[in-house]
């Protein structure tokens, strides 16, 4: 089974299709370099091995270096991938790790569960400004994101003109308290569950459980087969229990431009 689904994540959900939303993306050798509002860089790649690494970090930071306003960029790396050397030549260059997350994947149909709410909370999906804002705002308060007033801009912008994305929140008393988004992925059996998080007096009481089986409803009636998830500590063992399984990890690299 984690056989099956890894192939099925790595040839549906790798290189153009991780580029689906961004401004501007371009193929260079065996890696794709994409720029996504709010002025977020992202490299992917698949089979490094016999490329000459540091050279190919060189040039991927060449293309991004000549491109006004990038604020970061991600080489986002996979566990099960072939790249012997890398992750050194990009510590090498300044790209520092952050967390590993697990690459979950699973059928949409064993999420779908009847998962009972506490009393005054409700599922609701955003959909104005005031209520894109409330949600942002929350998970970059879980997260410890400073820069979330603008992904909120960039998400804000991005529905305007895409209604293929959905954004679900939890709500108690008038105050967001946990929120996900629900990405189906265009040609393909996938829909990715992304941006969980649940305030922390809130955990623990079903609500991520039941914010998820509502996405999942959702993906099967946009006629998905498949969610994917890049999951912290706190939201895999929720999807494990739910049916989604550890199929590999991701490492994200991040490279700030120096200042000046």
Do not use: C
């Not at 193929?27 to 860089?41: K, M, Y």
């Not at 060449?62 to 566990?79: D, L, M, N, Q, Y």
């Not at 996938?190 to 509502?214: D, M, Q, S």
């Not at 999942?216 to 929720?238: H, N, W």
């Amino acid at each position: 089974m984690i056989g099956r689904y890894l192939a099925a994540y790595d040839s549906q959900l790798r290189g153009r299709p991780e580029a689906a939303h961004a401004v501007d993306a371009v193929e260079f050798g065996p890696l794709l370099l994409a720029e996504f509002d709010g002025g977020r860089g992202f490299i992917s790649g698949r089979d490094l091995d016999s490329t000459d690494l540091g050279g190919l970090v060189d040039a991927a930071l060449e293309h991004f270096a000549s491109r006004p306003g990038i604020r970061s960029v991600e080489w986002k790396t996979r566990a099960h991938d072939r790249a012997t050397g890398l992750t050194d030549a990009l510590m090498a260059r300044g790209f520092e790790p952050e967390d590993a997350e697990s690459i979950m994947v699973g059928e949409a149909a064993l999420l779908v569960q009847d998962v009972p709410l506490p009393d005054g909370v409700e599922l609701r999906r955003a959909t104005t400004d005031d209520e894109v804002l409330a949600m942002e705002r929350m998970q970059g308060r879980v997260f410890g994101d400073s820069e979330w007033r603008s992904r909120a801009d960039a998400t804000m912008r991005r529905l305007r003109v895409d209604d293929s994305l959905q954004l679900w929140a939890a709500v108690a008393g008038g105050e967001v308290i946990s929120a996900g988004r629900l990405e189906p992925v265009e040609n393909t059996e996938f829909a990715g569950l992304w941006g969980g998080a649940t305030l922390p007096e809130w955990r623990g009481r079903g609500i991520y459980r039941a914010l998820t089986a509502e996405r999942a409803r959702a993906a099967l009636t946009l006629g998905k087969r498949y969610l994917q998830s890049d999951s912290t500590e706190f939201s895999r063992p929720i999807l494990e229990r739910a049916g989604l399984v550890r199929v590999s990890t991701t490492t994200p690299y991040v490279w700030t431009p120096p200042p000046g």
